[in-house]
């Protein structure tokens, strides 16, 4: 299993740094969930959540380069349907308070103010919204294993649709997808902090990379 998600992560790295240059994803009104069970012919599947990982990145100053800070979170759970390897429906949550800072010794003082800092109020407020989800509203094939996904992302109690590319495969009961890196708005889910172009070298940029790997099985 370590094995999958080693080779998921560099598929993605190697996607992500072919592509390093990406428009934000793109953001809108939440849209209603397919009922999977009124679908027809769909494979379900349930996340591995040892073999799955979200990690996160991000910037400060005025241009959008090399990460400042990055780390991951752990997808608690989640459920899949899909049509071949075309996911139709599924919902995913994420545990926020399990925030982790990757680019500092865990035990420095600093790693340890920084993941404070990112669950308190200013951005994630965990106390508050302990989880994060994810439900699938629709995907659309682009090539034979390449897709676009596009869900309803809930953060901090705020609902939009976020829409992003991803490879996808399903084959001996089990489902996968890997994204390139793409980036959201932290604004978008009300996390104005520090976050206004008039800062210069202090902006904490709004944009927030994330790279997503996804294992589940039947």
Avoid at 200 to 208: C, F, N, S, T, Y
């Amino acid at each position: 299993m370590k094995n999958i998600t080693a080779l998921l992560l560099i598929a993605g790295l190697a996607w992500a740094c072919n592509n390093e240059k990406r428009p934000t994803a793109e953001t809108g009104d939440a849209a209603a969930t397919p009922d999977a069970a009124a679908i027809a012919g769909t494979d379900a599947y349930t996340l591995d959540a040892a073999a799955s990982t979200l990690l996160w990145e991000g910037y400060e100053g005025l241009s959008l380069g090399q990460s400042a800070h990055n780390g991951s979170l752990r997808i608690a759970s989640g459920v899949v349907n899909a049509q071949g390897n075309l996911p139709v429906a599924g919902k995913f949550v994420i545990d926020m308070t399990s925030l982790k800072v990757e680019d500092m010794p865990a035990g420095d003082m600093g790693n340890a103010k920084l993941t404070r800092h990112l669950l308190n109020a200013d951005f994630f407020d965990a106390a508050k919204y302990p989880q994060a989800v994810f439900e699938i509203t629709q995907s659309r094939a682009i090539t034979a294993d390449s897709i676009n996904i596009t869900g309803n992302l809930t953060l901090r109690g705020t609902t939009k649709s976020v829409s992003f590319p991803a490879k996808v495969s399903a084959a001996n009961g089990m489902f996968s997808a890997v994204t390139p890196k793409f980036y959201i708005n932290r604004k978008d889910w009300g996390m104005f902090y520090r976050s206004e172009d008039s800062l210069g070298d202090d902006l904490i940029r709004p944009e927030m990379g994330i790279t997503l790997a996804i294992v589940a099985k039947k």
